[in-house]
C-alpha cells in the first residue's frame, strides 16, 4: 500500500479541492494577507493559505503557487503550506489553460 505521506502533490482547483485529497497544488493571486497566512483565489475559488513563511514571499495580487496539504478548518477546510512560491510574471491564463487541458 502506498504511504500517502510521501505522495505527489495533486495540481487542483480551487473549486475541485475536498477532504478526500490530502496534498494538492493550486496556483492563483493572493488576495489578503493576514497574520499566519493569505487567501488565494484562482478564478475558481478562494481558500485560505496557512503558513508562518508569509513575510517576503508574496503580498497582495503576486501570483503564487502553494503545496500543501489539506486541513480541516471551522465549517470547510485550508492549506496547510508546505512549498510557496511565488510566480509573478507567468501568465496566468496560459497557465489555467494548461491546467484545464490536463486535469
Avoid: H, W
Avoid at 2 to 29: H, N, P, Y
Avoid at 45 to 60: A, F, M
Avoid at 79 to 86: C, H, K, L, S, T
Amino acid at each position: 500500500m502506498a504511504d500517502i505521506r510521501r505522495s505527489a502533490f495533486k495540481e487542483k482547483f480551487v473549486k475541485d479541492l475536498d477532504f478526500s485529497d490530502f496534498k494538492v497544488a493550486v496556483s492563483g493571486t493572493v488576495v489578503n494577507v493576514r497574520d499566519g497566512g493569505f487567501l488565494l483565489g484562482d478564478g475558481s475559488g478562494e481558500v485560505y493559505i496557512n503558513t508562518s513563511e508569509t513575510d517576503g514571499k508574496c503580498g497582495e495580487k503576486d501570483a503564487v503557487k502553494v503545496m500543501g496539504r489539506i486541513m480541516p478548518y471551522e465549517n470547510g477546510f485550508e492549506i496547510q503550506a508546505d512549498i510557496i512560491r511565488n510566480i509573478t510574471g507567468v501568465d496566468m491564463g496560459v497557465l489555467k489553460r494548461i491546467k484545464e487541458a490536463l486535469l
